[in-house]
C-alpha cells in the first residue's frame, strides 16, 4: 500500500494556517482573527490531484523553534524528531505577507532542519494595501525555495500552491547544510556518533531547553546533557546569537525583494483602519468602558431577542405534550414519552436561540481581530491577580464552554499563569449555565425595560451574573497567587492582528457546529438523564407508590377530580426512588432554601449544569395534572408552593440563592476531565471542585439568609 505524503502546516499565530487548511481540505475547523486559536493538531486530507491524495496536518502557531510554552512544544516535539508518528515529508511555512520579516524567521529555522519546505505568503492584499510590494520571484531565488502567493480566506493562489508543493516533493531539496552560527564541529561530531547521521542544525535543536523526555529516553538526555557541558555548550547565548544573526540575514533578503511604496516616494506612513479605531479600543480608560459596554449589549441581547422563539418552541412542546396526553391512553409508555422523553428534548431545544446569540456575538469578536486587543488593554490588570494578558482568551472563550477554554491555556508559557487560568476558567459563567439563568431569571427579576425603555431589567441581571464570574476568578487567582510561589518571570508577548470583516460564511460554521454540539452532545445527556429520572421517580421501594395512594384517597375523602390526582402524584413522587434519595440530602441544603425536588436537580446536573432545567421540567411533569396555561417549564415552577409557608416556593431569596450557587459550581464532569488531562493530575481537578463546591455553598447561604 503506498504511503500517503504528509505535509505540516506551520507559521506564526494568525499567519492564517487554519484558514489555507480549512481552504484544502474543505473541514470547517476553528479560524480566528487571534492567535492561539488552533491549540492542537488537525489533520485532513487534500486532493492535489487525480489518485494524488496528501494528508495535511495543521499545527499551532509558533514565533520559533525554541519552544515558550506547551502548545509550542507540541510543534517542535514533532518537527524534531523524525521517529515521531506525525513527522512530516514536508513542510508548507505559512508567512503574513505584511509582517515577512519577521515571518521569515520561523521559515528559515524548519528549513534549516532539513525539512523540504515551501513558502505560502499569504494575506498579499493586506501588504499592499499598507504599501508593500513583494517580488516572489526573486524571494524564491534569495532563499532557494518556492514561494506561492495565496489568499487563504478567499481560496486564491491554491493552483501556484500545488504546483510549488509537486515540485518541492519530486525534487525533495531543503536546506542549507550550513549553520546560521558557528558551532564546534566535534559538537556536531559527537552527537551524530550518539544518534546517527542527522541535521547539524537539529543537532543544535536538541540541545535547547524543552522537554526532551518526549523525544528521548532518560539516558539519551544524559548523554546530551553530557554532551554540551564538554563543548561548554550554552543554549540562552546561542539562541539569542542565531537570532540575532538570522534577522541580520532577512533584513538583506526583505530589502532586496520588497518595495515599500510610501519610503520610495517619501510619503508618509498610511494611516489604516487598524490605527484610527486602537486609538479607541487600545486607550488606557476607553478601551475598558468600550469592552464592557460590547459585554453588556451582547448579553442584553442573548437575553430580549432569543425570548421570543424561546417562548414560542416551550409553549410548541407543551402543546405537543397536551396533545399526546389527549390522543393516547394512559399507560406506561405514554408516561415515558410525554413526562421523560417530550420534557427532557423540550428542556435541550428551548435554549437553542440564546446558544446561537452567544455563539454569533463569541464570533464576531473573534472574527474582527477585537479579542486580540482585549487581551492586550487586560494585561496590566491580569498581572495584579497573578495572571496575564493571555489568560483573557481562555476566560472569554469560557463563556462558550470551559472545556476547549482550559485547553487554549497551553498558549501561556508561564507555567504558574497557566495553573492558576486552569483552575479559575470554569468560574466564568459558561453557555451550559445559559438554561439556568433563563428560568430563574424569568421566575424572580421582574420581566421590565429600564433606561427610556432601551434595556430589559432580566437581560441586566443576566450581564450582572457574568461579570460577578468574571470578578470572582479574579479574586480566586489572586488567592492562588500568594499561596503559589514561582521565581519564574512571566511575559506577555503578542502581535496584534490587523481588523478584518467578519466571514459570515464561517460565523454561520461556528454557530451551526456549536448549536450542534450543545443538541447532540449536551442534548443526550440531558434525554438520557431525563429517562432515567423519570423511572426513578414513576417507581418506589416495594409498596410505597401504591400505599401512597391509598394514604392521600383516606385522609382526603372530600377530594375528587384534578385535585385529587395532583395530591396523589405529589404524594407519590415524595415516596419514589428520586424522592426517596432527595429526602436523604435535604438536611444538607435546606440552609439554602432548597427542598427536596432542587436536591435531585442538583446531583443530576453534576454531569452537566444543564441538566436541572431537564430535571426540573421532568420532576414538575411527574407533580400532578398541568392546565394549558401552566404548561411550560417556567410557569410550572412559578406554580409551585413551599409547603411550609404556603407562598410561592421560588420568591426572591430561593431565585437569588439558585442562580449563586450555579454562578460559582463546579457541575461538569467534562471539565474535571480536561483539567486532569491538562495538569497530569488528578490533584488539580480535586482541588477544583472542592473550592469552587465550597465557595458556591457558602455564597447561596449568605444569599438566602439575607434576603429571607
Not at 422563539?309 to 405534550?321: F, K, R, T
Not at 437553542?352 to 479579542?371: D, H, K, R, V
Amino acid at each position: 500500500m503506498t504511503k500517503i505524503p504528509k505535509i505540516a502546516l506551520i507559521g506564526n499565530p494568525n499567519a492564517g494556517k487554519s484558514s489555507l487548511f480549512n481552504t484544502l481540505t474543505g473541514l470547517r475547523q476553528k479560524t480566528g482573527n487571534f492567535p492561539g486559536v488552533t491549540m492542537d493538531k488537525l489533520t485532513g486530507i487534500w486532493e492535489l490531484g487525480p489518485k494524488n491524495q496528501i494528508e495535511i496536518l495543521d499545527l499551532p502557531g509558533i514565533y520559533s523553534i525554541y519552544p515558550k510554552s506547551i502548545d509550542e512544544e507540541l510543534v517542535i516535539n514533532i518537527l524534531g524528531n523524525p521517529a515521531h508518528p506525525d513527522y512530516p515529508d514536508m513542510a508548507i511555512v505559512v508567512a503574513d505577507a505584511s509582517n515577512l520579516k519577521r515571518n521569515l524567521l520561523l521559515f528559515s529555522q524548519v528549513r534549516d532542519l532539513g525539512i523540504p519546505t515551501v513558502l505560502a505568503l499569504n494575506m498579499i492584499d493586506v501588504a499592499e494595501n499598507e504599501g508593500y510590494v513583494i517580488n516572489s520571484i526573486k524571494l524564491a531565488r534569495e532563499l532557494s525555495v518556492e514561494v506561492a502567493e495565496v489568499n487563504a480566506k478567499k481560496g486564491i493562489g491554491i493552483n501556484g500552491l500545488k504546483l510549488a508543493v509537486q515540485k518541492t516533493l519530486e525534487n525533495r531539496f531543503s536546506s542549507n547544510d550550513g549553520l546560521p552560527l558557528p558551532v564546534s564541529e566535534e559538537l556536531i561530531t559527537d552527537i551524530q556518533v550518539a544518534f546517527g547521521d542527522v541535521d547539524p542544525y537539529r543537532c543544535l535543536l536538541w540541545l535547547m531547553e524543552h522537554d526532551r523526555m518526549k523525544m528521548f529516553t532518560k539516558a539519551q538526555c544524559a548523554d546530551l546533557d553530557q554532551i554540551m557541558v564538554k563543548h561548554d555548550f550554552e543554549p540562552k547565548k546561542y539562541k539569542s546569537a542565531e537570532t540575532v544573526k538570522r534577522y541580520e540575514f532577512l533584513t538583506e533578503v526583505v530589502d532586496r525583494c520588497v518595495i515599500n511604496l510610501n519610503r520610495q516616494w517619501d510619503a508618509p506612513p498610511v494611516k489604516t483602519w487598524t490605527d484610527r479605531l486602537d486609538k479607541l479600543f487600545l486607550h488606557p480608560v476607553g478601551g475598558y468602558l468600550f469592552f464592557l459596554a460590547i459585554l453588556f449589549v451582547m448579553f442584553q441581547a442573548v437575553f430580549t431577542w432569543a425570548t421570543y422563539p424561546m417562548d414560542a418552541i416551550d409553549a410548541g412542546v407543551a402543546l405537543l405534550n397536551d396533545w399526546l396526553k389527549g390522543i393516547l391512553p394512559e399507560s406506561t409508555f405514554r408516561g415515558l414519552l410525554t413526562d421523560g422523553l417530550i420534557a427532557g428534548i423540550g428542556g435541550v431545544l428551548i435554549f437553542i436561540p440564546q446558544i446561537a446569540f452567544l455563539f454569533f456575538f463569541i464570533s464576531m469578536l473573534e472574527e474582527t481581530g477585537y479579542m486580540s486587543r482585549v487581551m492586550f488593554i487586560m494585561d496590566k490588570l491580569m498581572r495584579r491577580f497573578g495572571l496575564n494578558g493571555k489568560s483573557v482568551v481562555p476566560l472569554l472563550s469560557s463563556v462558550a464552554c470551559a472545556v476547549p477554554a482550559i485547553m487554549s491555556t497551553r498558549s501561556i508559557g508561564s507555567r504558574k499563569d497557566r495553573l492558576i487560568t486552569i483552575l479559575v476558567t470554569p468560574l466564568m459563567s459558561c453557555s451550559a449555565r445559559l438554561p439556568i439563568y433563563t428560568v430563574l431569571i424569568a421566575l424572580v427579576v421582574p420581566e421590565k425595560n429600564t433606561l427610556f425603555g432601551l434595556f430589559n431589567l432580566q437581560g441586566l441581571v443576566l450581564f450582572i451574573l457574568y461579570l460577578l464570574g468574571f470578578f470572582m476568578a479574579l479574586f480566586s487567582a489572586y488567592i492562588m497567587k500568594l499561596i503559589l510561589k514561582a521565581k519564574e518571570k512571566s511575559y506577555f508577548i503578542m502581535e496584534l492582528p490587523t481588523y478584518k470583516g467578519p466571514r459570515f460564511k464561517h460565523v454561520s460554521y461556528t454557530i451551526l457546529n456549536n448549536v450542534k454540539a450543545f443538541v447532540f452532545e449536551a442534548g443526550k445527556v440531558i434525554v438520557a438523564i431525563s429517562i432515567i429520572l423519570w423511572v426513578l421517580a414513576s417507581y418506589g421501594p416495594g409498596n410505597s407508590m401504591e400505599d401512597a395512594t391509598n394514604r392521600i384517597k383516606v385522609q382526603n375523602p372530600n377530594l375528587s377530580g384534578v385535585e385529587l390526582s395532583n395530591k396523589i402524584a405529589g404524594e407519590k413522587l415524595e415516596n419514589s426512588y428520586a424522592g426517596h434519595f432527595g429526602k436523604f440530602i435535604e438536611p444538607a441544603i435546606r440552609p439554602l432554601g432548597y427542598d427536596w425536588k432542587i436536591g435531585i436537580a442538583l446531583i443530576t446536573s453534576f454531569a452537566a449544569r444543564e441538566v436541572f432545567v431537564g430535571t426540573m421540567s421532568t420532576i414538575y411533569s411527574l407533580g400532578g395534572e398541568i392546565d394549558n396555561e401552566n404548561a411550560t417549564i417556567k410557569n410550572r415552577m412559578r406554580a409551585e408552593i413551599n409547603p411550609q409557608t404556603g407562598k410561592p416556593m421560588y420568591d426572591m431569596a430561593l431565585g437569588f440563592s439558585l442562580l449563586i450557587f450555579y454562578a460559582f459550581a463546579m457541575q461538569c464532569m467534562s471539565t474535571l476531565a480536561t483539567t486532569y488531562r491538562e495538569t497530569k493530575s488528578w490533584k488539580y481537578p480535586l482541588i477544583q471542585f472542592g473550592y469552587m463546591t465550597a465557595l458556591a455553598y457558602l455564597s447561596a447561604f449568605l444569599v438566602y439568609q439575607a434576603l429571607s
